[in-house]
């Protein structure tokens, strides 16, 4: 049942021909498993999509009405590089209702997703030889950011046992001449952990510019709350976007609240790297923001009714979850009794079971070991996904006690 070699995709070899930015950045792997299994879909297998960090939830019907009337009227142009007017408004008068922050428009810019905000605001931030502190397990893609302006990644571990909450003080640790930015996720992605307000104050006051990431902000459980970084620092920027908490996905749409001082660079990074976003998608999220409040209470109600119903199956199936999400939509579980290797045990699950998970790996040595699954889904597909996986990780679990007893 288990095969010795698992089809995880090799990384692409060194060649000189391209640039050693390029080559510094590593697979997102969770977006490995997502296209390896879209070649098994072309084969006609049918699978359990559990890996990517994508709602199984229709977006608001306001959202793609907007776009559909957008596009009826041809408004296909470019807009302003900071985006049109009304949605930064929109999206202050949004701040105000969930944190009571007071934003003025002019500091809001809208990208096109919360990726693209990053890639303006590492680019406007780092320089060659800076460091940023990544509390880790991390977001896989923030030390790519970091080192494609040619920056360090600094991790700094958090733990099961502490659920996932940041220690300042072994951030406080971690600061050098050198470090440029702190980054925080809340509620993070992959751990489900959200900081509290008395962590973010700390975060704020060390020195180094906050960039929070806030975009799984709202999906929180069992009366958590969440703390924005504007309410403890006027300098952060808060990256966050539609993708998560209104299933928009690929719409691509994010924007990014900076300190005004930054405005005037974040703009001609925009004008020069992507221009604006797109402008009928931003008819979506003026729309969104203005009639998405039902469908995105919907999906939390849904995504708190099947953070249990994987939890328990997960545990049911052998997984040690040590702390249960606080936020977010993923389970970070300790695979450990199965294979220590993450990249190798999901692309197992994968080509067994027809089940996409993410390898603990994709988020950092501090996740080594677990696997990551979106719970976001219909109750069916994690139903299916607990079935399928239940005979590959008892064969996988028989395999590992076997060669411990052998050795
Ligand atoms: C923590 C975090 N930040 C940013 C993103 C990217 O989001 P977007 O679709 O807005 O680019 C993701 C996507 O999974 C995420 O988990």
Redesign the pocket.
């Given at each position: 049942m288990c095969p010795s070699t698992p089809a995880a995709p090799p990384d692409p070899p060194r060649d000189r021909r391209w640039s050693r930015r390029a080559e510094s950045l590593t697979p997102f792997l969770?977006m490995e498993v997502l296209e390896r299994a879209a070649e098994l879909e072309r084969d006609g297998l049918d699978v359990a999509h559990l890996e990517?960090?994508?709602p199984e939830f229709a977006p608001p019907a306001a959202a793609s009405r907007a776009i559909v009337e957008a596009l009826a009227r041809d408004d296909t142009n470019y807009t302003d590089s900071r985006g049109l007017w009304e949605l930064r408004a929109a999206i202050a008068g949004d701040l105000d209702r969930r944190f009571g922050a007071s934003v003025d428009p002019e500091r809001v810019l809208v990208?096109?997703?919360?990726?693209?905000?990053?890639t303006l605001v590492f680019a406007c931030l780092v320089d060659p030889g800076d460091e940023v502190i990544l509390p880790t397990p991390h977001?896989p893609?923030?030390p790519n950011f970091v080192r494609f302006c040619g920056g360090e990644p600094v991790f700094v571990e958090t733990d099961a046992e502490t659920g996932w909450h940041i220690d300042p003080e072994r951030v406080r640790e971690a600061i050098t001449p050198r470090t440029k930015a702190i980054v925080v996720?809340s509620p993070?992605?992959?751990t489900g952990a959200v900081q509290p307000r008395a962590v973010m104050e700390a975060l704020a006051g060390l020195g180094p510019t906050l960039v929070s990431?806030e975009?799984?902000d709202g999906l929180v459980y069992g009366g958590v709350r969440t703390a924005s970084a504007l309410t403890v620092s006027p300098d952060a920027f808060v990256?966050?976007?539609?993708?998560?908490r209104y299933a928009?996905?690929g719409f691509?749409?994010?924007w990014v609240v900076a300190p005004q001082a930054a405005m005037r660079r974040l703009q001609i990074l925009q004008q020069n790297l992507f221009i604006s976003a797109s402008s009928f998608v931003q008819h979506a999220g003026i729309a969104a923001l203005a009639e998405g409040g039902e469908m995105s209470a919907a999906l939390l109600e849904a995504c708190s009714d099947r953070r249990r119903l994987l939890v328990d199956g997960l545990r049911d199936l052998g997984f040690g979850i040590e702390h249960e999400p606080e936020g977010?939509f993923y389970v970070l579980a300790d695979a450990r009794a199965f294979w220590d290797d993450s990249r190798a045990l999901a692309f197992e699950i994968l080509e067994q079971a027809h089940v996409g998970c993410t390898p603990g790996i994709d988020f950092g040595e501090a996740a080594e070991g677990r696997l990551r699954f979106c719970y976001a889904l219909a109750r069916e597909t994690i139903e299916t996904a607990l079935e399928r996986m239940a005979p590959v990780l008892a064969a996988r679990r028989a395999s590992r006690g076997t060669r411990e007893r052998g050795a």
């Open positions: 969770a990517v960090g994508e990208t096109q997703g919360t990726s693209s905000a990053m977001y893609c923030y996720g993070a992605n992959p990431d975009i799984y990256l966050d976007g539609f993708s998560k928009m996905t691509r749409l994010g977010a």
